[in-house]
């Protein structure tokens, strides 16, 4: 497994190799959607536009976070939280459906989170904190001797963005576009750095936020509550309902990624009209960051922060949510 430039991409989101390339599971959830089968509350957002991008220049220039430009987004139902290990097993139990990393036999651990016993594949000078381990997968997130006990409502993890479309076809579904998932998480704060505005403690000094405190990589005190994964629930909700937006896990969207896509737009005359970029064929937009966010490495714990990876990857550190068709 090897770990590219995170001024590429993030130091949170480590790619797999050819080497350990997981061959692309059938996909078991065709034709199986049922009444009911996405259970997660819903949140509306309006019709409208919104300022997209990143107006404090805070994203690293290989990201493409700016210029601010101006979208029209039509309206749509996405999801208030990431998909939890009990939804994601509903689908497992519905389909077989066999994840890219229970496929391919490993998937990437944080070297902190990692099983005494478990079994080490891979790693990289670049980045060593990241793990390649043996058996790691959504039912055992740190490894064997991992399970999910105590973490239902948690948002799943190691999961690809093929295994998430997978679950979209299954519930009738599909993943927000970059941009609908940047005016969700902005809650109606138009240019604001975070869901709930530009500070990221609250007026008492509390943590609204499931990121990384210490001295990364090698201690995080927790002082957030959680060294890991936190529920979903957790924190408060935006404007618009959405919960954990920022941190916590890295959310898959739909879109190509493509790091100039905010220039081409704004050199136009009008409002991109709900924009989807279609320039790389291997990276797919990752957004929101993670519990291993930290301002001295991966400042991407923002509504505008950006990054990709190639859809077949696997972390314990990303997950998704979902939009109505």
């Known amino acids: 497994m090897t770990y590219p430039d995170p001024e590429r991409t993030s130091c949170c989101a480590p790619r797999r190799t050819a ?7 059938a996909n078991t959830a065709a034709n199986t959607a049922h009444s009911g089968a996405h259970l997660i509350e819903q949140c509306p957002i309006e019709a409208g ?9 805070d994203g690293l220039p290989g990201d493409g976070e700016s210029p601010v430009h101006e979208v029209w987004l039509d309206a749509f139902d996405i999801d208030a939280t990431t998909v939890t290990n009990a939804d994601f097993t509903r689908f497992i ?15 990437a651990v944080f070297h902190t989170l990692v099983r005494p016993r478990a079994t080490v594949i891979g790693s990289s000078p670049r980045a060593p904190w990241w793990l390649a381990v043996e058996g790691a997968s959504r039912r055992r997130p740190e490894g064997p001797g991992s399970d999910l006990y105590g973490r239902e409502d948690h948002p799943v993890t190691h999961v690809t963005w093929n295994d998430a479309q997978a679950y979209c076809v299954w519930a009738g579904r599909r993943l927000p576009t970059e941009a609908e998932w940047e005016r ?8 604001a750095r975070y869901p709930w505005g530009d500070e990221l403690l609250d007026a008492n000094g509390q943590w609204q936020v499931n990121i990384w405190q210490g001295t990364f990589p090698r201690h995080n005190t927790g002082d957030d509550g959680w060294p890991a994964t936190a529920p979903v629930r957790a924190y408060q909700p935006n404007g618009f309902g959405l919960w954990q937006t920022v ?5 898959w969207c739909d879109d190509p990624f493509d790091s100039r896509a905010y220039a081409k737009r704004a050199r136009a005359q009008e409002p991109a009209h709900n924009p989807r970029p279609r320039v790389s064929p291997v990276l797919r937009v990752l957004r929101g960051g993670s519990y291993l966010c930290h301002d ?10 950006r990054s990709s990876n190639t859809p077949d990857s696997s972390m314990g550190n990303a997950g998704f949510r979902t939009v109505a068709l």
């Open 93 to 107: 139990d519905a389909t077989d459906h066999r994840t890219e990393a229970e496929t391919a036999g490993s998937s």
């Open 296 to 305: 001295s490495y991966c400042n991407r714990y923002r509504n505008a922060a």
């Open 49 to 57: 536009t919104f300022r997209m991008g990143d107006p404090f220049g």
């Open 19 to 25: 080497g350990t390339r997981a061959e692309p599971a």
């Open 247 to 251: 941190g916590n896990v890295w959310e």
């Open 184 to 191: 969700a998480s902005r809650g109606g704060l138009e240019g």
